[in-house]
């Protein structure tokens, strides 16, 4: 089991940055994968950008350039970070951490990123 607690979202205005954190706990050392995902208003649930397999990383186009991701490794707990730049109003959403352990799924709460015009 992984628990995944998400943190930073909020309100901000067009061409401002927000800094999301994920902390997972649990059986850290299996996961494989790791990321954040979106969902806005009426629309399916999108990868925003993860890491993958050999350490690799992968970003939606729509946040390449203006959304950094990394993390924070040690002995007892894996956090994940989103770096958000130039934040556009198409990128209000929730976000979603995800984890991957062997084939199963974790999902955190999900915060909201509301960005203003």
């Known amino acids: 089991q992984v628990q995944l607690v998400e943190s930073g979202g909020g309100l901000v205005q067009a061409g401002g940055s927000l800094r999301l954190s994920c902390a997972a706990s649990g059986n850290i050392f299996s996961i494989t994968a790791m990321g954040w995902y979106r969902q806005a208003p009426g629309k399916q649930r999108e990868l925003v950008a993860a890491f993958i397999s050999g350490g690799r990383t992968n970003y939606a186009d729509s946040v390449k350039v203006r959304f950094t991701i990394s993390r924070d490794n040690n002995k007892n707990k894996n956090t994940v970070y989103l770096q958000m730049n130039s934040l556009k109003p198409e990128d209000t959403a929730v976000y979603y951490c995800?984890?991957?352990?062997?084939?199963?799924?974790?999902w955190g709460k999900g915060t909201l990123v509301t960005v203003s015009s």
């Open positions: 995800n984890a991957v352990v062997r084939f199963s799924n974790y």
